[in-house]
Nanobody, 124 residues
């Protein structure tokens, strides 16, 4: 079992920045990959970014590429999502996820563990 706890959400003005954190615990072995997804009411949860724990390979949704950066700190067992140049359309609940399946890492089905979510609100 992997427990995930997100933090760092909040209210920010358009153009501002936030950094989300996802602390992992509960298992001695690291997951294959960690991902960030987001969801707004009435819509499906969508992929934002992911990182493979071993070699640090990253991937981003087109809508956030160049603005968001995912990173990991192995010592702290924590994954971060640095979000810059935030837009109102980035408003959502952001979820951290951990998975052990090395394929289709932009899909929710690749991840077996999820955090509780943290709200990010960008005011225009």
């Amino acid at each position: 079992q992997v427990q995930l706890v997100e933090s760092g959400g909040g209210l920010v003005q358009s153009g501002g920045s936030l950094r989300l954190s996802c602390a992992t615990s509960g298992r001695t072995t690291s997951p294959y990959a960690m991902g960030w997804f987001r969801q707004v009411p009435g819509k499906e949860r969508e992929f934002v970014a992911r990182i493979t724990w071993g070699d640090g390979t990253t991937d981003y949704a087109g809508s956030v590429k160049g603005r968001f950066t995912i990173s990991r700190d192995a010592g702290k067992k924590t994954v971060y999502l640095q979000m810059n140049s935030l837009k109102s359309e980035d408003t959502a609940v952001y979820y951290c996820a951990a998975g052990d399946i090395p394929v289709a890492l932009t899909r929710t089905t690749a991840y077996g563990y999820w955090g509780q979510g943290t709200q990010v609100t960008v005011s225009s």
